[in-house]
């Protein structure tokens, strides 16, 4: 069996939490529309709950990827690779800021952009964290 490292720690983690992030935003998308059919009032109880277990992912998302940026060479990173990590980063920060306004929205404008954008920044994140990982 191979050895765990730290490395192996932080990316672990870095996924997991990225995990719940944007799993459990494809989850509430199928989750939701039911809820408000069948149980109106149970949507915000439900979307309260996971916000919290959500916001936590994202901040030790946040936090593990300033690690795995502190532990890039920057000097021997291509322009490619550095170009990527930016792109990463800004998408990562774009669906926080996505998900942050749909959840201090007030309009069902405000919630629904808010929650589309979230997700789908949030998927292209994670494809481009990928890529970083698999280098290709």
């Known amino acids: 069996m191979l050895s765990p490292t730290l490395e192996t720690l932080r990316l672990f983690l870095h996924v997991l939490a990225a995990s719940v992030w944007v799993g459990g935003q ?6 939701v529309p039911a809820l408000r ?3 109106p009032e149970s949507t915000k109880t ?3 709950a996971f ?3 959500a916001w936590a992912s994202y901040v030790l998302v946040f936090v593990t990827g300033i690690w795995n940026l502190i532990e890039v060479d920057v000097q021997d990173a291509s ?5 990527t990590v930016v792109a990463h980063t800004a998408l990562a920060v774009a669906a926080g800021l996505a998900v942050a306004a749909h959840s201090f929205g007030r309009s069902k404008l405000a919630l ?6 979230g997700l789908l920044f949030s998927l292209a994140a994670v494809f481009v964290g990928h890529l970083l990982r698999t280098g290709s």
């Not at 494809?26 to 989750?31: E, K, M, S």
């Not at 322009?79 to 170009?83: C, G, R």
């Not at 629904?112 to 954008?117: H, N, R, S, V, W």
């Open 79 to 83: 322009w490619s690779y550095t170009s």
């Open 46 to 48: 439900v979307a309260r």
């Open 37 to 39: 059919k069948n149980h």
């Open 26 to 31: 494809i989850t509430l998308a199928g989750i």
């Open 51 to 53: 916000s919290r277990v």
């Open 112 to 117: 629904a952009i808010g929650g589309a954008l």
